[in-house]
């Protein structure tokens, strides 16, 4: 058993500078909230911050109960007052603050509103994002060739949308058709619509999953996803147990790159179908494409894109 002396680890790994949903696409330490509290020497979350889903805390749970050490939470109140950190500050889900309730969180207000209200309606701003002709692509997401997102936050949580190119090739949405809570997703298949006056389209989701909270700001403002489209213009958050699973088949930053730079070339030839050739100096497509040039036509841009 490991001693229970303040640990260094704490204050380091608590910082803000590598989001959640970077894990495993890059070298960042992503500590466990065991290794956190001092009760292991090295120990990585692999599975997202999903405490209630992770086999590793399971089984961490079940030698704790056989005596063999401490709970994370007992080593924790074993840690000098100022070390005492917040379980959702120890995994980046929230800002720094130290634990009021001894380490029992079911009694804690602030865990339970927390869960319910506060980490789902937080977007991930601000983005990293790569530019592809004038296309923003935000890095560390999973992306769905139905120009879908999906983006894993703490706790197991995926967050979805729709990407940059989506909104400026059609233009900015007079509203979207979303399902409700509780609701199904299937990956491929048609998860929501998106409407442009007398225009409509489905729009396929890049996972399966059931949806948990829907964004309702986009319900009366949908301009907020075609202004933020991977921030605060997120559409849901969705529950699938099997969280690699579930965006293994989706492209990651390298190959999404590829991906873009090719449908945006697809785009490109559409265009010069209508107006000739375009420029070759470098420049880059107009914000709504759609709505400059309809004789692209709403359908076949939907039908080849969506």
């Given at each position: 058993m490991m001693t229970n002396t303040a640990s260094p680890i704490l204050k380091k790994n608590v910082s803000k500078t590598s989001p959640v949903w970077?894990?495993?696409?890059?070298?960042?330490?992503?500590?466990?909230?065991?290794?956190?509290?001092?009760?292991?020497?090295?120990?990585?979350?692999?599975?997202?911050?999903?405490?209630?889903?992770?086999?590793?805390?399971?089984?961490?749970?079940?030698?704790?109960?056989?005596?063999k050490h401490l709970t994370w939470q007992e080593s924790m109140r074993r840690q000098p007052g100022s070390q005492r950190l917040c379980r959702h500050a120890m995994t980046g889900r929230a800002d720094i603050r130290t634990c009021p309730m001894n380490y029992n969180c079911n009694r804690c207000a602030?865990?339970?509103?927390?869960?319910?209200?506060?980490?789902?309606?937080?977007?991930?701003?601000?983005?990293?994002?790569?530019?592809?002709?004038?296309f923003d692509l935000a890095g560390g997401y999973y992306f769905h060739s139905g120009h879908t997102w999906a983006a894993i936050d703490s706790g197991g949580v995926i967050r979805l949308?729709?990407?940059?190119?989506?909104?400026?090739?059609?233009?900015?949405?007079?509203?979207?058709?979303?399902?409700?809570?509780?609701?199904?997703l299937n990956q491929a298949r048609a998860g929501w619509g998106i409407r442009r006056k007398d225009n409509q389209a489905d729009?396929?989701?890049?996972?399966?999953?059931?949806?948990?909270?829907?964004?309702?700001?986009?319900?009366t403002r949908p301009d907020l996803s075609q202004d933020h489209p991977y921030g605060d213009g997120w559409l849901f958050t969705?529950?699938?147990?099997?969280?690699?699973?579930?965006?293994?088949?989706?492209?990651?930053?390298?190959?999404?790159?590829?991906?873009?730079d090719n449908d945006i070339t697809s785009l490109e030839k559409m265009i010069e179908e209508i107006t000739g050739p375009l420029a070759t100096d470098g420049g880059v497509l107009q914000r709504d494409v759609f709505g400059g040039l309809p004789a692209l036509g709403w359908d076949r841009l939907t039908r080849t894109f969506l």
């Amino acid at each position: 058993m490991m001693t229970n002396t303040a640990s260094p680890i704490l204050k380091k790994n608590v910082s803000k500078t590598s989001p959640v949903w970077e894990i495993g696409k890059n070298n960042t330490p992503r500590p466990c909230i065991w290794m956190q509290a001092g009760v292991t020497a090295k120990k990585n979350c692999s599975h997202y911050y999903d405490c209630t889903g992770c086999k590793y805390d399971a089984a961490m749970e079940k030698a704790a109960a056989a005596g063999k050490h401490l709970t994370w939470q007992e080593s924790m109140r074993r840690q000098p007052g100022s070390q005492r950190l917040c379980r959702h500050a120890m995994t980046g889900r929230a800002d720094i603050r130290t634990c009021p309730m001894n380490y029992n969180c079911n009694r804690c207000a602030f865990d339970q509103v927390f869960e319910d209200m506060l980490a789902p309606s937080r977007g991930h701003e601000p983005v990293k994002t790569t530019q592809v002709k004038g296309f923003d692509l935000a890095g560390g997401y999973y992306f769905h060739s139905g120009h879908t997102w999906a983006a894993i936050d703490s706790g197991g949580v995926i967050r979805l949308g729709m990407d940059d190119f989506s909104f400026k090739v059609l233009g900015g949405p007079d509203g979207f058709d979303l399902p409700l809570v509780g609701q199904e997703l299937n990956q491929a298949r048609a998860g929501w619509g998106i409407r442009r006056k007398d225009n409509q389209a489905d729009v396929r989701s890049p996972v399966n999953g059931v949806i948990t909270r829907v964004n309702e700001t986009v319900r009366t403002r949908p301009d907020l996803s075609q202004d933020h489209p991977y921030g605060d213009g997120w559409l849901f958050t969705v529950h699938n147990a099997d969280i690699k699973g579930a965006v293994k088949d989706l492209m990651d930053d390298e190959t999404s790159i590829t991906w873009l730079d090719n449908d945006i070339t697809s785009l490109e030839k559409m265009i010069e179908e209508i107006t000739g050739p375009l420029a070759t100096d470098g420049g880059v497509l107009q914000r709504d494409v759609f709505g400059g040039l309809p004789a692209l036509g709403w359908d076949r841009l939907t039908r080849t894109f969506l």
